[in-house]
């Protein structure tokens, strides 16, 4: 039997001298309550906590370990890097390295600046898309999350969802009206917003799979709509690939949708787990950023040597290994046939949207195509289940508006195994 004793202790002491004792919200577990599980370490598709809990990962630190944590390579390359240096703060050649391999993976892709996060990736592709074009208005989805900045924080999803968060304290009126908001999957209030605003949006900015809604896949024909209406209306269109970039396909979801963003965002992966984040694109865009061009963006830890070295190698191995995208999605769809298959025998209702190795779960008897509809499920039953499958040996993300994250070291017995767990807790909550 699970017990959390240390955990308990560790999170009492983390709230002394940490905001809810954590560093970032969507970990204190507010969406499902109950403590917070400290981890010790990880290895492939387990966590070990600190009561010496083991559990099969679904949220591979909510992207990065897409092969698994601790990953041998990776791990050797930083540990060798480690010994000269954990920073110059100058360039390096291994830098143009990463890049350049990037460059050889995503289509359309002539100079990439890198940063240290999602949210910075995100920002300075904003910051550019109203360099480029001289507008100051941008277009969001409602439930997206594209990171913290303050712009960002309207209809937000993931932890800003998950603690139902309206109006972020702060984020002033002039930072919100240029932020205009429209469904998931929504195309004519697209066009609408740009009828309203003539001439004024410098960009739309998606989640070509969110993530932060739970995972929810864009309709037939959205992201090739949203591409349309950029070409007629001289926006730009911006893929935030901070959770698809090289998980969707080694190209991210450009390659998977064939849908050609004019800046791509990306994160997680990226990384290997060292913060690591980057914006990309054509050179007639990209050439606006400082020092080339007037739109400033900077970072003292931006292409650090232990980031770059842990990013490269990753990626260099999924570049080589074409084949794990498939074994990661035939994986992905062992368990959704698993979890359709469980639930089906007892007549509850969910909706379990997959694309890849994203995928999530929803209580609730309507497809989920938009954060409306996602905020319709049974969160209270969500909790019942998350904590079931917990004390289960299962980690999912601790609020219904996360994603999952497969990595490709999870095995069919660890399915089986998370499939059974889920018969076992459907039955003692329901
Ligand atoms: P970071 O600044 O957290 O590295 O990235 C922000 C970001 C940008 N774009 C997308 C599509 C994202 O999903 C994220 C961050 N994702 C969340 C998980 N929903 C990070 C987890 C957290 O906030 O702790």
New binding site residues.
């Given amino acids: 039997m699970y017990t959390y004793e240390s955990s308990k202790s560790a999170f009492e002491r983390a709230q002394k001298s940490i905001p809810a004792g954590v ?5 204190a577990f507010k969406n499902v309550g109950g403590t917070p599980i400290f981890l010790e370490k990880a290895k492939g598709a387990y966590l070990y906590d600190v009561d010496g809990n083991k559990y099969i990962d679904f949220v591979g630190s ?2 990065p370990m897409i092969l698994g944590h601790a990953y041998e390579p990776v791990i050797e390359a930083v540990q060798k890097k480690a010994a000269f240096s954990t920073s110059f703060g100058a360039p390096t050649v291994l830098e143009t390295e990463i890049a350049e391999l990037i460059k050889s993976m995503v289509p359309d892709i002539d100079l990439i600046r890198m940063v ?7 920002m300075s592709a904003i910051l550019l898309a109203r360099g480029y074009t001289g507008r100051n208005k941008f277009i969001k989805f409602d439930g ?5 900045a303050d712009m ?1 924080l309207v209809n937000a ?3 800003v969802a998950t603690l139902n968060i309206q109006q972020v304290p702060g984020v002033t009126a002039g930072t919100s009206n240029d932020t205009l908001i429209a469904p998931y999957n929504d195309l004519e209030a697209v066009r609408q917003l740009f009828k309203q605003n003539p001439n004024e949006i410098a960009a739309i900015i998606v ?1 070509p799979v ?3 809604m739970g995972c929810v896949l864009p309709k037939e024909g959205f992201l090739e709509g949203l591409r349309k209406i950029c070409d007629e209306e001289n926006a730009l269109l911006i893929f ?5 970039g090289f998980r969707q396909a080694k190209g991210g979801a450009q390659e998977r949708y064939l849908i050609r963003a004019d800046i791509t ?1 990306f ?2 992966v990226i990384g290997a787990g060292l ?1 690591v ?1 980057a914006f990309a694109g054509r050179h007639e865009i990209m050439s606006h950023i400082a020092p080339l061009g007037n739109v400033y963006q900077a970072g003292t830890l931006s292409g650090n040597p232990l980031a770059m070295v842990a990013g490269y190698t990753l990626l260099k191995e999924l570049n080589e290994h074409p084949e794990y995208y498939e074994q990661l999605n035939e994986k992905a769809v062992y368990l959704k046939e698993g979890i359709l298959r469980v639930f089906g025998e007892r007549n509850v209702p969910v909706q379990v949207n997959q694309k890849q190795s994203m995928m999530s779960l929803f209580f609730n008897s309507e497809p989920v195509v938009d954060f409306a509809t996602s905020a319709k499920s049974d969160q209270t039953t969500f909790s019942k289940f998350f904590h079931a499958l917990l004390k289960r040996g299962i980690y999912l ?1 601790a609020s219904q ?3 999952w994250f497969l990595s490709n070291a999870l095995t069919y017995e660890d399915l089986d195994k998370t499939i059974l767990a889920m018969a076992e807790s459907l039955d003692e909550i329901l």
């Fill in positions: 560093n970032s919200p969507v970990r909510w992207g240290n996060s999602g949210t910075e990736a995100c997206c999350y594209h990171g913290h960002f999803g993931s932890g989640e969110a993530g932060n935030d690939e901070v959770m698809t965002t994160g997680k913060p984040g993300p508006y996360e994603c």
